[in-house]
């Protein structure tokens, strides 16, 4: 049974730094492909961050340069290290990945960005 946890979500003043982090079972990162997507009020879930098993990574437009996702294959957990926050960054953030056609979801985490 694949299962992600995300934890490290909190309040932050604008400019500021988090980094959440999704620890996974059930799966090895090294084969899979991992996702941060993000969800703010009155918004569609969108993709924030993406790392593969290889370790090619891809970013949103609106987060690149801001945002790193990273992997730890010993700890098989998945990292989104944030900077330079901004209010509209504000959203729950949810762990992601998919096996034999099937998705997963962390419960998600939520990030709130003061202005």
């Known amino acids: 049974q694949v299962q992600l946890v995300e934890s490290g979500g909190g309040l932050v003043q604008a400019g500021g730094s988090l980094r959440l982090s999704c620890a996974a079972s059930g799966i090895q990162l090294s084969h899979n492909g991992m996702n941060w997507y993000r969800q703010a009020p009155g918004n569609q879930r969108e993709l924030v961050a993406a790392i593969t098993g290889g370790g090619t990574t891809n970013y949103a437009d609106s987060v690149k340069g801001r945002f790193t996702i990273s992997g730890d294959n010993a700890k098989n957990t998945v990292y989104l290290q944030m900077h330079s926050l901004k209010p509209e960054d504000t959203a729950v953030y949810y762990c992601?990945?998919?096996?034999?056609?099937?998705?997963?979801w962390g419960q998600g985490t939520q990030v709130t960005v003061s202005s």
């Open positions: 992601h990945t998919a096996r034999n056609w099937r998705a997963y």
